[in-house]
Nanobody
Framework: QVQLVESGGGSVQAGGSLRLSCAASRYYQYWMGWFRQAPGKEREIVAV????????YYSDSVKGRFTISQEANRNTLYLQMSNLKPDDTAMYFC?????????????????WGQGTQVTVSS
């Protein structure tokens, strides 16, 4: 049963923008967010958001360029990406936690989407 479905990836030139979307088929009352994984690298957290949207965390590499947001009923999660760099090239995954935990820990997120590819050319 698919719970999270991403869309919006694509290819852009450096300095461009993209908006990723994630459709959730159920309500999550804990952290939701985005991870990414580049070829040959480990998955890394990009941004997460709390249920009420008041708390948002970003990795240092995207802070000031990316913005995470969600619909009020959390049925859609977004990642607005601006001033994209070639280092942002990766598969981006929508994630959600069904039972809570520390936002920094990958193991907190037990629901993952299939991923959407983002490619940034120089």
């Amino acid at each position: 049963q698919v719970q999270l479905v991403e869309s919006g990836g694509g290819s852009v030139q450096a300095g461009g923008s993209l908006r990723l979307s994630c459709a959730a088929s159920r309500y999550y009352q804990y952290w939701m967010g985005w991870f990414r994984q580049a070829p040959g690298k480990e998955r890394e957290i990009v941004a997460v958001i709390s249920e009420n949207g008041y708390v948002r965390y970003y990795s240092d590499s995207v802070k000031g360029r990316f913005t995470i947001s969600q619909e009020a009923n959390r049925n859609t999660l977004y990642l607005q990406m601006s001033n994209l760099k070639p280092d942002d090239t990766a598969m981006y995954f929508c994630v959600a936690s069904s039972s809570g935990g520390m936002w920094r820990k990958t193991s907190t997120y037990d629901h993952w989407g299939q991923g959407t590819q983002v490619t940034v050319s120089s």
